[in-house]
């Protein structure tokens, strides 16, 4: 493979000669001048050709006849290499340069009617995914994404984490019978599609791991068609032994938060900007924490009523808390800590004291995207836990044998990955920055 000269790299080259590969975003075929604008995967540079028309008095030069042609043939989308003269010049608004062509190979041409444009419904442009993803736009959401995970991921691997890989298939559910995907598996079986790799994550500290994360599909089937949820998602996960409570797990993801959106800020604070309007906010440390208790105190005072029943925020609830600590601690992060036994899941540790669970929330521009809670790691409370949530501890024995041979007290969280990219770059729904979107009606492309 040739080495391919990128549209970024152009304005730092000399002029003269240059190839480069693209797509055609349009054309403008004018009388003495064609004009087309190729796009990479980098950036845009504008492609410049003499027109050369037939003539009958003037005998022409067939190759300048047939290039004029072919440009004046290209339909949107079409990909191609073009060789050619670069040329820097300040007066041309794209980058500053442009090149005039010598020769254009065309690799393979597209249909001249594209089936979506700029006013495309959502559900339309979902449709036709592969071609709503050639916009730059949508190309920095991925750019933004990669950056946002390496700097996870380095933020963990030089602290020692290891990096796991659990099963999405499982031989029985993994927080509740609730919203799973079966799956016919071998001699008649019935496997499930993991939730949540929080079993395997909890293993990993039994095994004696210490600090481990996972940044993987998990599945939900979950009805809802809010902007919030999808079938299938990207979780990122970690967890950690020999905690005092939950607060240290609190301290671990403030800090890799703060650290992951330096990173994008610093890469591509500037695009984003420019694209989407938004200022990427690195969030100081330590983010504000309010119990749930006077979190629902604070909603109710500034006028709203939250109709839920069980004690929860609701989404109203979390905008309301979130609009709070935004015009008190001017930050847009908070955790809600604290929560009631009766609405988490068996195997959050209980503070001896106040009964509620050594677990927390957070809302971020006040949406939920995390929760995190010390595990409960003694076998005997996790089975009578298990058993006032009405689970049979017998279905959850594979789960319960991990407790029986030693545990150290461990702790983690769960946080979605397209709730973050969405609500940094201030998006209205999950589905603009999911690659391939999958909700209760979309299985395709």
């Known amino acids: 493979m040739s080495e391919r000269v990128l549209v970024n790299q152009l304005k730092s080259l000399p002029a003269g000669p240059v190839e480069v590969s693209g797509w055609v975003e349009t054309v403008r075929d004018q009388k003495k001048v064609q004009f087309v604008v190729l796009r990479d995967e980098t950036g845009a540079v504008q492609l410049v050709n003499p027109a050369t028309r037939p003539s009958e008095d003037v005998e022409q030069d067939a190759e300048a006849l047939e290039l004029t042609e072919t440009i004046g043939a290209l339909a949107t989308g079409t990909f191609l290499t073009v060789r050619g003269e670069l040329k820097h010049d300040e ?253 988490r899941a068996f195997y959050h540790m209980r503070d001896e004291e106040t009964g509620l669970t050594k677990s927390y929330d957070l809302l971020f521009n006040g949406v939920e995207i995390t929760t995190g809670a010390q595990r409960e790691h003694r076998v005997d409370v996790l089975i009578e836990q298990a058993k006032e949530k009405g689970l049979d501890p017998e279905h959850l024995d594979f789960y319960l044998d991990f407790f029986r041979f030693g545990a150290p007290p461990h702790g983690g969280f769960g946080m979605g990955l397209a709730r973050v990219l969405m609500l940094m770059l201030g998006e209205s729904s999950i589905r603009e920055v999911t690659y391939l979107f999958r909700g209760p009606t979309r299985l395709a492309p």
């Open 91 to 343: 007066r041309v608004k794209l980058g500053g340069v442009e090149i005039k062509v010598g020769e254009l190979r065309v690799a393979a041409a597209a249909n001249p009617e594209t089936p979506i444009a700029a006013d495309s419904s959502p559900d339309k442009r979902l449709d036709w995914r592969f071609l709503d993803l050639r916009q730059r736009r949508n190309n920095l959401i991925f750019r933004v994404q990669t950056t946002l995970e390496h700097a996870m991921r380095s933020y963990w691997v030089e602290r020692d984490y290891i990096e796991i890989h659990s099963p999405k298939l499982m031989a029985s559910p993994s927080e509740s019978n609730a919203e799973l995907f079966e799956v016919p598996y071998f001699e008649d079986k019935t496997a499930y599609l993991a939730q949540s790799p929080q079993f395997f994550k909890q293993m990993a500290q039994v095994a004696g791991f210490g600090k481990i994360f996972e940044i993987a599909p998990a599945f939900r089937a979950d009805p809802s068609f809010t902007s919030r949820h999808a079938t299938e998602f990207t979780s990122i996960d970690a967890e950690i032994s020999w905690i005092d409570s939950h607060e240290d797990v609190a301290r671990m993801q403030e800090e890799l938060l703060h650290t992951a959106f330096q990173a994008v800020a610093d890469k591509h604070g500037a695009e984003i900007q420019e694209l989407f309007g938004v200022e990427v906010e690195v969030p100081a440390v330590p983010f504000p924490r309010i119990p749930l208790a006077e979190a629902r105190e604070i909603v109710a005072a500034r006028g709203y009523d939250i109709p839920r029943t069980d004690g929860d925020l609701d989404p109203e609830g979390e905008r309301q808390i979130a609009a709070h600590v935004r015009e008190t601690f001017g930050h847009p992060f908070v955790f809600i800590t604290d929560y009631h036994p009766e609405i």
